[in-house]
């Protein structure tokens, strides 16, 4: 659990600096600097999508993982906890609390780098994938919480309950995550990247959340195809 207590808490800083930073930003700098971040996850989105080499797969995972998705209604039951936490901050820049959550949950839980992490940390005790990760996480969090505010350290949260999840379960997952599998996963995780880096610019309003189990269905789909 040591690398997931890392990332969050690497999370929880970069949140608090990037609020303190806040206070000093003008709105057009804060514009200007959500922007830039979208357009950089749209550029991981697209580079990443590229590790796959089964086009049927990505389809397949994203139809059924979305199907999956908007059965169990994840966005929204992620947007009223988001919601909850803007309530209890209300007075205190709590309008863009459930926006900020919503929007890093996202960021620093989507992708191949959370997943392969967590199994290297739980199965061999090699930490540096995640220990990586936690230092990206960090300067994204500033960046987040400079324009969206508190919301983004309540994600750590989030990432603590998902990376520890997947570094207790590593035993069962490793022997699944054949290199077919990692490649796909990553292609898969890095078009709903693609999708969170456009309603970041305010080019769409996608409900990104719904299609997070396309990436899990995408390391199923790898070991028969």
């Not at 590790?51 to 059965?71: C, F, K, R």
Request: glycine residues 14%.
């Amino acid at each position: 659990m040591l690398s997931a207590i890392v990332n969050a808490a690497a999370v929880v800083c970069g949140g608090l600096i990037g609020l303190l930073a806040k206070k000093g930003v003008p709105e057009r700098i804060s514009d200007g600097v959500m922007k830039a971040i979208g357009l950089m996850v749209v550029c991981l989105g697209v580079k990443g999508y590229f590790d796959g080499e089964n086009a049927i797969i990505a389809i397949l995972s994203l139809a059924i993982g979305t199907a999956v998705g908007e059965l169990l209604r994840l966005e929204d039951r992620l947007n009223r906890l988001g919601d909850r936490i803007s309530e209890k901050m209300s007075g205190k820049g709590g309008g863009k609390v459930g926006e900020g959550f919503v929007a890093a949950t996202l960021l620093f839980c989507v992708g191949a780098m959370a997943v392969l992490g967590s199994l290297q940390s739980g199965i061999t005790g090699n930490h540096t994938t995640i220990f990586t990760k936690s230092l990206m996480d960090f300067i994204a969090a500033i960046l987040l919480a400079s324009t969206l505010g508190i919301g983004v350290a309540f994600s750590a949260a989030a990432v603590l309950l998902y990376q520890g999840s997947i570094v207790l379960l590593a035993g069962l997952l490793m022997p699944i995550m054949t290199d077919a599998a990692i490649a796909e996963m990553s292609s898969v995780g890095s078009i709903v990247l693609l999708g969170l880096g456009l309603n970041i610019l305010g080019i769409t309003k996608l409900k990104v959340m719904n299609m997070v189990p396309a990436i899990f269905v995408a390391i199923a789909l790898a070991q028969v195809m």
